[in-house]
């Protein structure tokens, strides 16, 4: 659930927020003014409402330098390396995973994709984070696409395996994953 | 070819700018160090070096209010339509393309795909443009995907349609298009 990605940014810059639950059921319905696609994560801050978590990244990006440095071209890297997780990986990742789970283990997507880890796991052979030798929200971005379990065991990438153990080793990705858990099971728990 | 969306911007946004021509032949590694991806376009701006076409837009955005209103809300609606195009509608419509080109023109990305395009087209159906009643750099990237000719072709979606019509038929939009047919022409010469 790609709410977790939010929580993990929050926790990482030392930003207070609270977590809503919208139910799975009738999302087309419930929250298409919010959310015109039905997906979640989507949050409000003040007047602004925003979807697409994406956007919602770079928003809280914006309030710190906890989550992206603040000088103009290691910003325009940050935003290339966003854009690179979300249309670059997971622009096949996502529709591969979803073939997989349709029950086409082998489909015409696996080239592609074997292709975009490999280019990946070069970078991330020669560099500890993606932009300026420290973390930033591109790197949360990045591995929350790439620790899905069946992208994540799918061929032997060993600096892409170190670099999603070094990134959700961090506090604040622990706290936000526990709390998600949590979440969930209340939520589970009161549907029950 | 999405380099027609950094000329569109220029052209918007009266950007100086000048188009080099790298060969797809050997892309692998004649440019892996401008993009590890081996993909176009990126470009260059002074120090600054940048690939990803959503993070180039964003950029070039930053320049001036022709791509994206000054408003914080409003440019975080912005961002908010860029990555819905990128990581909403093309993370389903490029798979699909490919997996069409690959032989298979019926295949488990259908049914989502016309979702997304259904819920798009209610969205159009009330507005002419994404942000704020105004074009933007989140129009030019929406345009962008959707008019894809067999995306644009699958279903009878009219305010998808009309949207596409209204801003492919901006005067910035028809000169990039031709300069960009022009150029191929004069790549295709000077290769035979």
Same mark, same amino acid.
């Given at each position: 659930m790609r709410d977790l990605r939010l929580r993990w940014a929050c926790e990482e810059a030392g930003l207070p927020y609270n977590v809503q639950t919208i139910p799975f059921e009738d999302r087309e319905t419930n929250h298409l003014m919010l959310q015109p696609f039905g997906q979640v994560p989507f949050m409000s801050d003040g007047e602004l409402q925003l979807f697409e978590s994406g956007a919602c990244l770079l928003y809280l990006a914006q309030?710190?330098?906890? &989550?992206?440095?603040?000088?103009a071209i290691e910003q325009a890297h940050t935003n290339q390396w966003i854009f690179s997780a979300l249309n670059s990986i997971e622009i096949v990742s996502v529709p591969w995973w979803f073939l997989n789970i349709s029950g086409?283990?082998?489909?015409? &997507?696996t080239k592609w994709l074997s292709n975009r880890l490999d280019q990946l796991e070069a970078i991330l052979s020669e560099r500890d984070w993606l932009v300026a030798d420290t973390f930033t929200v591109a790197d949360l971005l990045m591995a929350d696409v790439l620790r899905v379990p069946s992208v994540r065991a799918y061929g032997n990438r060993p600096a892409t395996e170190a670099y999603i153990i070094r990134t959700t080793d961090r506090p604040a990705f622990k706290k936000a994953y526990a709390d998600q858990m949590v979440h969930f099971e209340l939520a589970d728990a009161s549907r029950a």
């Open positions: 309030k710190t330098e906890k &989550l992206m440095p603040r000088c086409n283990a082998e489909n015409d &997507l």
